[in-house]
Each structure stands twice: as C-alpha cells, then as structure tokens.
C-alpha cells in the first residue's frame, strides 16, 4: 500500500540528504524524523491546493493508511505525540544521552521486558517536539480556548511554516542540528523570508517555547506545556 503521507514521508528523506545531511541518532536524528513529517504534511497541503486531492493535509502520519475505525488510526501524532505511549512531547536532554534512565513502563523504559535502561530515544520518539512545534506554529496556537487573549500569537498558517522549515533545513541545518538550533534557524528563517513582520517570527518562536525547547545553548528555556493545544477538533474552522 502507498499513501500520499507515507511517500511523501520516505521522498523527503532524500531531500534531508541533499540538504542539511541530518544525522540519524540523538536530537538530529529526532529532527531528520520529524523534518520527514513536517515535508509529508507540506506535500499533502500543495497536492490540496492544486486539486489533486480533495483531502486536506493531515497532523497524523500514516493516518492515510489505515481505517478511522482503528483504534488508534495513525502511526503518529503531530497534535500530541505522547498520545502513541511512546514519543515526547516536549524535549528533554536525554535525547542526546547515551544511556537514559527510565522507570520501568515509561516511555522509551527498553522494550516489552520493562527493563530500566535504553540505549538512545529512538529518533522517531525524540521527533515529536519538532512536530508538535510545526503544528503549533501553522494551526496549533488558535486551537486552544482564550489562548490569543493569554498572549499566544496567531499561527501563520501551513503554506508559510512550511517555507520557514524548508529555509532553515536548506540555508541553516548542518548534520548535527540539535533542538536549540532548530529553533534559532526556523526563527532567523521566518525573518529572512518575513522581513519588516514580526508575527511570523513571534509565532515560530511561541510554538517552540509550548515544547520547552532551549532558548540558549546551556539548554536553558521556557517549561514545556504539554496540555496546550492537544485537540485538533478545537480548531477554529
């Protein structure tokens, strides 16, 4: 079976290699992952928009694939990664640790033994705060109750985060781009491609904070919200 999200999912993955070249392991691996997602949803979103599919660009990867009947009908979750048991939705500093102690049932705990340790986050777990920062920014941000009148910029839409992400990837990503770097290059690429506008800039910038990811390069920033945001069905039509 070939579905729209998938291959956009796996093309997008050569175009990471032509590009930035990120890494496959810690925190670039996370990224490559989610960079692959964030191209998929960007992909179904141009193929909307020129008529080739009725179908709008999903949050939900693989979600083309399977029945909405299923009990959980995708492989991941853009709007809430934890919601898969399994990926985070904030970032942590483990995901450039060696070894990461985990209690046992936790997430990324070492398999179905519940064993305390495992060896790396896997890179497809560690990607969800760059995807859910991508869904903040293009539609996340207006799906929360009263979240503009708490100080939340207006999102910037799917068309201009994917021009911010695909600037940063090709002019600023290097192979070893860890989350504070993504969130310096999507920000220095919103103003690149929005200059005189700070809305655009503002909006990337607040999507990353929701995640907590560092603002400085000691890995020092904003408390990660994991509860803002999470239903899509919130979203204003």
Known sequence: MVTLDI?????SHGVIESSSQLSYAYSFGGLNEATADIMSVCI????QSTGATPRPASFFPGSQMFSPSCKQPWIRS???P???NKSWSCWHPS?????VPRPNGAPGSGGADGGSQYCFVDVHWSSGPANRAFWLMSKGLACQPGAQ??????????????DVWYRALTNYFSPVTDYYEARTS????????????SKEAAAVAAAWD???????PDGNGPRCDPGFAIDSSACPA
């Open 7 to 11: 291959t956009g999912h796996e093309i």
């Open 44 to 47: 179904q979103d141009f193929a």
């Open 78 to 80: 853009m709007v809430n």
């Open 82 to 84: 934890a919601d898969d």
């Open 95 to 99: 995901f450039d640790a060696t070894w």
């Open 149 to 162: 009148r708490r100080g939340a910029p207006e999102p910037i839409g799917i068309r201009k985060a994917c």
């Open 186 to 197: 999507t920000v220095k690429a919103a103003q690149d491609l929005f200059p005189g506008s």
């Open 210 to 216: 929701v995640v907590g990811a560092p603002d400085s």
